[in-house]
């Protein structure tokens, strides 16, 4: 780690404008990801602006039919909220099943979406459910928002102020995990609701992606069987020491599946 | 005292034990749990300073030169040193092996680096940020040259040399016989063959390896903190590459976090703070992180078994032929054919084969060097319990009807293996047989075929373990290597009754300082509240063999309860002189000499050593003062203990996962000194065994860089992966070792290897997948089985 300035500042506007000031200043939430990349001297911040004093990012509420999570919501409080338990209880063990406890309670939604691990959980979840993520600027569609490896729609100087969910009528999520990070090594979430039907696949792939023949075949018959038989190229798709891109492929469909079977209203 | 007076001697005191065999809660918990233990990294000392290691990049690449100006300019950095510089006042260490070229080890590597992560110079500074940052400084002009990672392409011709002073890349190779093995193959009515094979591995201690080294300029004197398995020899180590008398040199193994057999030689890191030290006259400190545990301490197995069976139909199984492979990595910190000979000697495992013959091969490659791991034989048990499952299944007959045929029970014993090792008061066939009273084999095969039509995979796997736990001297010097197996220990009674304890044994969390009080308690009437052990300290404990294997119990406790038993002699002696009683008709007992029949008599033995010490003059005629015992002892050739272990799996079909349901273990390791401590042990070592089957692995690509060098890639077993453990003992007692104790420690390994791999081999069985490589990992798996699937 190199030496750094520390912000932290209470209100958004203060936040976006500490960022305007410092050019190679970089935004903190829970730190996880960000922290051990500038111990490992990956990344080299002058300055550091910490989201964790705005009041506003926090939290979880219903508004207008969808619930809304604060960008500096942590993973436990979201696998813990009553109304995500109610209205979204996929959600709810996505965000429990993230990483081990010390994760969930420092990790952040906003961290997780900015960051854009292709591993990560939440990715799927947003484009699982068609959610809309609000920055201090405007509103950007889960479909748009994840672009690439570790790149999102996210400009300059933006910053995540929250997510907004749909409540779907069905949705479910099921992960093959690395049994260390418990990151996904293939995740779905599947969802039937306002948004119509959406199979989204996170771990597999450099980004999150949907599977269209999967929507299709389940739009059709909301069931795992439809699902048989279906199964996604893996030529494009990751490969490391725990899975070949062949497994990946493999294990899309078996948690495409799962999903389905753990889909609850 | 002859064998046979100490048997008896055993007989006498085994009825008055009160302490061996207790679960004790462990007296060191007390200071770990209050956060009060002192590991090698709680020690700062005034003025120290700190290193970092400048490593290689390349596999195989050489030295054209290190350039340290810039790191030397760092404000900060106090000296820079290089391979070719500690050479001029340092020695290598050379590692001899009967029969085979004698392998040199620099302090640092002076012309060439032979792994990716081969330290090649030291950076000290006043801070570790400085001496890292020190080290991004340092230029080094490496010439890469092309890597050898093939164990068993590893002297093909062209193949260059990883280490130029051996001929060939080929370390070893050599062939040992017993028996009539050509006959044994003649007679046969078939031959069947099995391959075993073992991924890389390494420790993973919590603690990392760590040493703060101080030289004291005024005495000439180097004090060497740091977890060492084998303190005195690491001590004896030291001086002679430093060019000390052994008495300029103090070895202080402080609370160590977990050794697993990777503390105990002197590694080059530590060897050159220590070296630094003493030319700069400055306390140094060096903790290593995990990246360089991962990558560059010491690695392990990466071994391969294959087998030929010659068989009679019945199953009689005649003769065993087997080769060995062993990767055994950069540089030898032991022997190279040291760990791969014991798989050989003990690869017959549990069952009675008169013919047998191994050879055994170990290639010297571009990888980080590997060493002894908890259990370095671990395959051994799954290898010999492997075959006759594959025997059986050739022949078309009953796996465990033909192992418990062939299996060893106490009416064979004492029983000489094939290569020459005594078994004695082993329970394997007992083992085997309690094991499948309480677990309905033929129900299991119902479920079975039942979970099989609804498209679920169950296996159960059964191992037989025999551990070699303590090797007498008489072994190393049959063996051919260097080294005693003789332990020692001093136990003393303070003037004020208090008892202190030492011993050549060094703690890595075993828990010692509880047995041992234990042991001696017992010996001595006393309690083990009232005893105090220390341990690790070459000041204080006597020159002994350290902690490896599974030595402690039988040699470490072995020779402190003879220690013990000499000074109650001396007790009882004065206790008979003040009481008018011979000494015969008395005994100690909670604190207090006694006479075994009458009741009232009695002097305390508080008052027995204020005599010794301060009023010498009433003690007996001739006795002298002080009340100390010290005393060596060399345990038999070699001690076995043994265990039955039952796992029961199921694989996920669609992902290739799988679930430890149920783990049962039938320990008999003889007399057990703390049975709470030996539990721990078979779940630790469990635990590790499991972790070889289904998870760790350390891999290399193809240009020899460590590509699992972080705990997200190196796999560590968890309380996920770790089901309940249920442990039985059974409790023969060895004859010929002090108490009947025998010790464990590495079966546990074994039995897991062996029991998880075969349970998830039976699991796959009816798919026809065939498993030989581990670890077992998912996507492994399930590629074994849609190959048998499609196939
Ligand atoms: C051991 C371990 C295991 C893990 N396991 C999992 C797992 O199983 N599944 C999973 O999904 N994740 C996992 N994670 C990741 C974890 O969830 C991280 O906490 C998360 O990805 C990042 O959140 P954070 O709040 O810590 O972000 P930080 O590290 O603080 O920030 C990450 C990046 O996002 C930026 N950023 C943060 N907040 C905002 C914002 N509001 N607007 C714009 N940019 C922002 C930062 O500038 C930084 O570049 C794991 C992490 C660890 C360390």
Redesign the pocket.
């Known amino acids: 780690m190199y030496g750094f300035e520390y912000h932290k500042p209470s209100s958004l506007d203060e936040a976006a404008k500490l960022l305007a000031d410092n050019e190679e200043a ?11 990349t500038m111990k490992q001297r990956l990344a080299a911040p002058s300055a550091i602006v910490d ?1 964790g004093g705005i009041a506003d ?1 926090k939290g979880i509420r219903e508004e207008g039919g969808n619930i809304v999570v604060g ?2 919501t942590t ?1 436990d409080a979201v696998a813990g909220s009553d109304v995500v338990q109610a209205k979204i209880p996929a959600m709810a063990r996505l965000a429990g ?4 406890p010390q ?1 969930r309670n ?3 939604i ?3 979406i ?2 854009n ?1 292709p ?4 990715p799927a979840g947003l484009v699982g459910l068609g959610a809309i993520v609000r ?1 201090n600027k405007r509103e950007i569609p889960a479909d748009d928002f994840f672009v690439a490896l570790f790149e999102t729609a ?1 400009e300059e100087g ?4 929250e997510v907004s969910f749909p409540v779907p009528e069905k949705a479910g999520y099921a992960k093959f ?1 690395n049994p260390a ?4 090594i293939v995740g779905v979430f599947v969802s039937r609701g306002p948004q119509g039907v959406r199979v989204a696949v996170t771990g597999a792939g450099p980004c999150v992606f949907r599977v269209k023949e999967m929507e299709d075949a389940l739009s059709g018959n909301w069931s795992a069987d439809a699902l048989k038989g279906i199964t996604v190229p893996e030529d494009e798709l990751n490969a490391d020491l725990h899975a070949s891109a062949e497994y990946r492929a493999h294990l899309v469909g078996v948690m495409a599946r799962r999903a389905v079977q753990a889909a609850t209203a | 005292m002859s064998k046979a007076e100490e048997s008896a001697d055993v007989a006498a005191s085994v009825a008055e034990q009160p302490f061996i065999g207790q679960r004790l809660p462990r007296k060191e918990d007390r200071r770990f749990v209050i956060g009060k233990g002192r590991f090698t990294d709680d020690i700062s000392v005034p003025g120290m300073l700190h290193a970092a290691f400048v490593r290689s990049p390349h596999a195989h690449a050489r030295i054209r030169s290190i350039d340290t100006e810039a790191a030397l300019k760092l404000p900060g950095v106090v000296a820079v040193i290089t391979g070719r510089e500690l050479a001029e006042f340092t020695s290598p260490f050379v590692c001899q092996q009967e029969g085979a070229a004698p392998m040199e080890m620099d302090a640092l590597p002076v012309d060439k680096a032979r792994f990716a992560g081969d330290p090649v110079a030291c950076v000290v500074a006043v801070d570790r940020y400085v001496a890292e940052d020190g080290v991004d400084l340092v230029e080094v002009d490496w010439d890469a040259l092309p890597p050898v990672l093939d164990m068993h392409h590893a002297s093909d011709p062209g193949v260059p040399l990883v280490d130029e002073k051996i001929p060939s890349n080929l370390h070893t190779r050599e062939t040992h016989r017993y028996g009539d093995i050509d006959g044994a193959f003649a007679r046969a009515d078939r031959v069947v063959k099995a391959e075993f094979r073992s991924q890389r591995l390494t420790h993973v201690p919590i603690e990392t390896r760590s040493v703060v080294a101080t030289w004291d300029e005024g005495r000439e004197e180097l004090t060497y903190y740091g977890a060492a398995q084998t303190a005195h020899i690491l001590r004896t180590t030291l001086a002679d590459r430093l060019g000390l008398s052994e008495n300029q040199v103090r070895v202080v193994s402080p609370d160590v976090g977990g050794g697993f057999g990777l503390k105990l030689p002197l590694f080059r890191e530590e060897f050159t703070v220590a070296a630094m030290a003493m030319r700069l006259k400055r306390p140094i400190k060096w903790v290593e992180d995990r990246l360089e545990n991962l990558t560059a301490s010491n690695h392990a197995r990466d071994d391969a078994v294959s087998v030929e069976v010659a068989v009679l139909n019945d199953g009689t199984v005649l003769g065993v032929r087997a080769n060995l492979w062993a990767d055994f990595g950069a540089y030898a910190f032991y022997p190279p054919s040291y760990i791969i000979n014991v798989i050989g000697w003990l690869l017959l495992g549990a069952y009675k084969i008169d013919n047998y013959e191994y050879t055994v091969n170990v290639a010297i490659t571009n990888k980080c060097p590997a060493g002894t791991l908890r259990a370095p034989m671990a395959i051994v048990t799954w290898a010999s319990d492997g075959m006759m499952h594959r025997v059986a299944e050739e022949l078309g007959l009953d796996p465990f009807e033909l192992r418990r045929k062939n299996m060893l029970s106490l009416d064979d014993q004492p029983y000489q293996s094939a290569p020459g090792y005594p078994y004695e008061a082993l329970t394997l066939r007992e083992g085997f047989d309690e094991t499948l009273a309480k677990f309905d084999i033929d129900a299991f095969r119902r479920e079975q075929a039942d979970a099989a039509e609804k498209g679920r995979l169950i296996g159960v796997g059964i191992a037989s373990v025999v551990e070699p736990t303590t090797y007498g001297s008489a072994w190393y010097k049959a063996s051919g290597d260097d080294g005693s197996g003789h332990e020692a220990a001093t136990v003393k009674l303070e003037p004020t009754g208090a008892i202190n304890v030492t011993a050549g044994i060094v703690g890595t969390g075993q828990g010692y300082e509880t047995s041992l009080a234990q042991v001696v308690a017992d010996a001595l009437g006393s309690s083990p509240a009232n005893v105090d052990v220390r341990l690790g300290d070459t000041y204080i404990a006597p020159y002994g063999m350290g902690s490896r294997g599974s030595r402690g119990a039988a040699a470490g406790h072995g020779v402190a309860y003879l220690a013990a038993m000499d000074l109650r002699e001396k007790v009882l002696g004065i206790g008979a002189h003040l009481l008018q009683r011979p000494a015969e008709s008395l005994k100690i007992v909670n604190d207090e000499v006694v006479t075994r029949s009458d009741v009232g008599v009695s002097v305390p033995v508080r008052e027995i050593a204020r005599i010794a010490y301060n009023d010498p003059t009433s003690l007996p005629d001739g006795m002298l003062p002080g009340l100390e015992a010290h005393r060596t002892y060399d345990p038999p050739f070699m001690t076995f203990s043994n265990a039955t272990h039952l796992c029961q799996v199921e694989v996920d079909a669609e992902t290739g996962g799988v679930t430890i349901v149920k783990y049962r273990v039938h320990e008999d390791a003889g007399t057990l000194i703390n049975p709470m401590i030996v539990d721990g042990q078979v779940h630790g070592g469990v635990s590790m065994g499991i972790g070889q089957v289904l998870l760790e692995e350390t891999r290399y690509d193809e240009q020899g860089m460590n590509v699992s060098a972080t705990l ?1 890639d190196y796999l560590m077993p968890t309380m996920d992966t770790v089901p309940m453990i249920e442990v039985e003992h059974l409790e023969t007692p060895n004859p010929n070792t002090p108490q009947g104790i025998k010790g464990m420690a590495e079966g546990p390994v074994q039995g897991a290897v062996a029991s998880v791999a075969l349970a998830v081999q039976d699991a796959v069985a009816r798919s026809g997948g065939r498993l030989e490589q581990l670890p077992f990992t998912p996507s492994r798996l399930l590629g074994v089985l849609r190959a048998s699937r499609s196939g």
């Open positions: 970089s935004l903190i939430a829970g730190g996880h990801t960000l922290l051990p989201l990012l960008a500096i993973h099943g993230i990483g081990d994760v420092r990790g952040t906003g961290g997780s900015a960051n691990d591993a990560a959980d939440y920055t996210l933006e910053i995540v102020k995990h990070s418990r990151y996904a | 997200a």
